[in-house]
């Protein structure tokens, strides 16, 4: 079966940290394009974060941008997301997925999702 699996969700303090992982079954990650999303209760899915083909150009969505850092390890066919000084509107589940049609995460593009991971920041 083709998908990610997400895992690292959790509850944090405002201000910590967490490393989400996105590990991937039945493919490899270095041929697509990964994204982050995340969806807050009630909300739209919403990009986070872009990591195109090697060599790897990088996107951020501006709520996230000198927060987070996207990486991919080849090796582990995994692709982690570094979340630094979370806020309380980081709250939400964090899904990865590969653009199956193109380089830059469009949400149409998107496919082999995975079930997610819940991420809860308060105090």
């Known amino acids: 079966q083709l998908e990610f699996v997400e895992s690292g969700g959790g509850l944090v303090q405002p201000g910590g940290s967490l490393r989400l992982s996105c590990a991937a079954s039945?493919?490899?990650?270095?041929?697509?394009?990964i994204g982050w999303f995340r969806q807050a209760p009630g909300k739209e899915r919403e990009g986070v974060s872009c990591i195109s083909r090697p060599p790897g150009s990088i996107n951020y969505a501006a709520s996230v941008e000198g927060r987070f850092t996207i990486s991919r390890d080849n090796a582990k066919n995994t692709v982690y997301l570094q979340m630094n000084n979370l806020q309380h509107e980081d709250t939400g589940t964090y899904y990865c997925?590969?653009?199956?049609?193109?380089?830059?995460?469009?949400?149409?593009?998107?496919?082999?999702w995975g079930n997610g991971t819940l991420v809860t920041v308060s105090s």
């Open positions: 997925a590969a653009d199956l049609y193109g380089s830059r995460c469009r949400f149409r593009n998107m496919g082999y």
């Open positions: 039945g493919f490899a990650v270095e041929e697509y394009a």
